[in-house]
């Protein structure tokens, strides 16, 4: 395997106080190396007149800020001071030949065990924007995440008009139960996990909630400047509508790449997913509030946190009275706008500039179709289960495989050539073993099978992957995100892919490039990317199956 020239890429279903400003030193040619350190601790936090001790990153929910600029080195030391295991994954960073630093535990990394600690150490390279970091075992995640803000070079300015400030908000969920009971009775009953209790704008839940008033989200702004919200959606599983009473957004870039600017009233972000977009204020003032509200997207048969958060926008003026002002409320589709999702994914394009162009592959060398949807699993003997049935469990799968996590993380196994000893397979299938009508009338066994299975693909090679959704126990959007990787969304649409047809209609010219997609609720999703980073690859926003591809041999001792 060391002579073989590929990559590794998986597909699974993926500090006492902080430093107010990171250290800086010195880095070789492109910037400067910043200097981090996440304390892993526990907190006494109260949301919906309910207090419980969650897991934290230095005490705060949501977690600090990492700010840094294109071409900076970021070294960040993790200290685990909480019961449970933890490892923290940069949703986004390219991570080039720093697979070790992406974070997902028995896949990049063994998790940081109690009393332990990790430092991730990478380079951001050519990337600009918003990203955010989060815990990458279990769901610790609920409460463990925060921004990561890319600024450009010094001297370099965006594509855009400069903004007079710069917002992060960041869509999450609160639970009253323990998140980490939530998954795993879900885990063990096979049933679907219990919903959130609340969404939140950067930890606090708003008035449309019980006892949550005085937790509310403000947005204060002056008339006549123009506002960058760095928008995120770091919530468990749930898709988000957006909008602002009385305002437009213009979007002006998506997964920390700039996009041909659009205005829209409503916004929808899937997790895993940010947004950039420019508010324009008001010339004066008006004697109004603006609600701001988030509220899910959903199209699956499960149950899901049917419930809206609110935050306030808010005009700074010396005088009139707050309280006598109007409070209004915007718009938002309806739970399950399929349409309107469509619509709106349809409208991002990459800028396709020659200082910001689009290289999309022009041609392929791979070509793979991969199924995403649940299916079963045998309930264990002496058990009831909570899934379709009293004796299944429901599984999700990718080509009807359901990924087993392992015991010995992905890249060690593979970096240590122990693949042949039991701890991953190379067999995963590019295409459904057995193809049926996936988007019609699904086939009566619905069982999975499991496995860790990875597929090999040659370093460097053009990649085409096209995503089916199925209705297997019900059509449902899923959300995709590539380890280590932009790629290119060349196509979408509903029901089943067509092979022939549908290929010539791919956008070629300017695509939108992102890390995270969603597959269509009875539809599906082509990407293409260049495989030219080692180790690395995809995580779905289900439980998945996986890829793997051999690094090349001199890429072998920088990792």
Not at 207 to 236: E, H, M, Q
Not at 436 to 441: D, I, K, V
Request: charged fraction near 15%; charge should be positive.
């Amino acid at each position: 395997m060391g002579t073989s020239p590929a990559i590794v890429m998986i597909l699974f279903v993926a500090v006492g106080c902080f430093m107010a400003y990171p250290e800086a030193v010195t880095a070789k040619h492109t910037g400067i190396t910043r200097h981090y350190t996440f304390n892993i601790k526990l907190k006494n936090t109260t949301r919906l007149c309910h207090t419980k001790s969650i897991v934290t990153v230095n005490g705060k929910f949501p977690g600090p800020r990492v700010i840094t600029r294109e071409g900076d080195r970021l070294v960040v030391k993790v200290v685990n001071h909480v019961p449970n295991n933890i490892s923290i994954h940069w949703h986004g960073v390219r991570q080039l030949r720093s697979g070790w630093a992406d974070g997902p535990s028995y896949i990049m990394q063994c998790p940081v065990q109690t009393g332990h600690s990790y430092v991730y150490n990478f380079t951001i390279t050519g990337q600009r924007g918003t990203l955010f970091w989060h815990a990458h075992i279990s769901w610790l995640r609920a409460t463990v995440y925060g921004p990561l803000i890319i600024l450009p070079r010094r001297n370099e300015s965006y594509p855009f008009v400069k903004p007079y400030k710069e917002v992060p908000i960041l869509f999450g969920e609160w639970f009253n139960a323990d998140p980490e009971a939530v998954i795993n009775q879900s885990l063990q009953t096979g049933g679907g996990p219990n919903v959130s209790d609340a969404y939140t704008f950067n930890g606090l839940p708003g008035p449309l909630y019980n006892c949550s008033a005085k937790d509310t989200y403000k947005l204060k702004v002056k008339p006549g400047k123009t506002y960058l919200l760095r928008l995120i959606n770091a919530a468990l599983n749930d898709e988000l509508f957006f909008s602002i009473a009385g305002h437009s957004l213009t979007v002006v870039e998506a997964d920390a790449v700039y996009v041909k600017p659009f205005e829209t009233n409503v916004l929808m972000i899937t997790p895993g997913q940010t947004t950039n977009v420019l508010l324009k204020t008001k010339p004066k003032a008006p004697n109004a509030t603006f609600l701001m509200l988030a509220r899910p997207y959903a199209t699956g048969m499960g149950t899901f946190d049917n419930t809206t958060v609110a935050g306030i926008l808010e005009y700074e003026t010396p005088s009139s009275s707050l309280k006598n002002r109007p409070l209004l409320k915007p718009g938002l589709p309806a739970i399950n706008a399929t349409n309107f999702v469509a619509n709106f994914t349809s409208k991002f394009r990459s800028l396709a500039t020659a200082k910001f162009p689009a290289n999309v592959p022009q041609k392929v060398d791979k070509k793979f179709f991969f199924t995403v949807g649940l299916g079963t699993k045998p309930c264990p003997k002496n058990q009831t289960c909570q899934g379709p049935t009293n004796t299944t469990k429901f599984a999700a799968a990718m080509n009807n495989i359901s990924f087993a996590l392992p015991r010995t993380a992905l890249l060690q196994s593979h970096f240590f050539s122990q693949y042949s000893k039991g701890v991953y397979t190379t067999d995963f299938p590019a295409f459904p073993l057995i193809p049926f009508n996936y988007t019609g009338t699904p086939p009566n066994n619905t069982l999975v099978n499991n496995g860790t299975k990875l597929v090999v693909i040659p370093f460097n090679t053009s990649v085409e992957l096209v995503l089916q959704d199925t209705s297997i126990l019900g059509a449902e959007s899923h959300p995709l995100h590539l380890h280590g990787y932009n790629f290119y969304v060349v196509g979408q649409g509903f029901g089943n892919f067509d092979p022939e047809n549908d290929p010539p209609k791919f956008n070629l010219v300017d695509p939108v490039e992102r890390n995270t997609v969603v597959v269509p609720s009875g539809g599906w999703v082509a990407i293409r990317f260049q495989a030219d980073n080692p180790e690395l690859g995809l995580r779905n926003g289900m439980d998945g199956v996986g890829w793997r591809t051999p690094k090349p041999e001199a890429a072998s001792s920088t990792l």
